[in-house]
């Protein structure tokens, strides 16, 4: 039976939010998979967490994405319409272009 303590609440993060998370740990007493994933993520997150979450805001409000939309856009950063299409093909929903050309312009803007 779940009580409200039991549930556990789920808050989404880019990977820059992720690195600057696992930074902060003593490299000393990290265990080795945090050092994996910061190493994973230094080589992949292509952003500062301060202009990672500027994008993810702008995606929400502008592009009516929702978090999680957002968060995996802002994580892989497309440059192309293709590459858009690659991922949002997963959500089962089309983007109408006007929305797709938007997300890239966010993205572009942000370099």
């Known amino acids: 039976m779940n009580t409200d303590k039991e549930k556990k609440k789920i808050k ?3 990977l820059p939010q992720v690195k600057d998370y696992l930074e902060k740990l003593d490299v000393e ?7 994996r994933t910061l190493d994973y993520i230094s080589k992949f997150a292509k952003t ?7 994008i993810k805001k702008k995606l ?3 592009t009516k994405l929702t978090e999680k939309e957002a968060v995996e856009i802002t994580n ?3 440059k192309s319409k293709e590459e858009l ?3 949002t093909s997963g ?3 089309l983007l109408p272009e006007e929305i797709s050309k938007k997300i890239l312009a966010i993205i572009k803007e942000s370099k």
Not at 29 to 35: E, F, G, L, V, Y
Not at 48 to 54: E, G, H, L, N, W
């Open 12 to 14: 989404l993060v880019t």
């Open 60 to 62: 929400i409000k502008e």
């Open 85 to 87: 299409y690659v991922f």
């Open 29 to 35: 007493t990290s265990d080795q998979i945090q050092r």
């Open 91 to 93: 959500w089962k929903k």
């Open 76 to 78: 892989i950063m497309p």
């Open 48 to 54: 500062s967490k301060k202009d990672a979450q500027s």
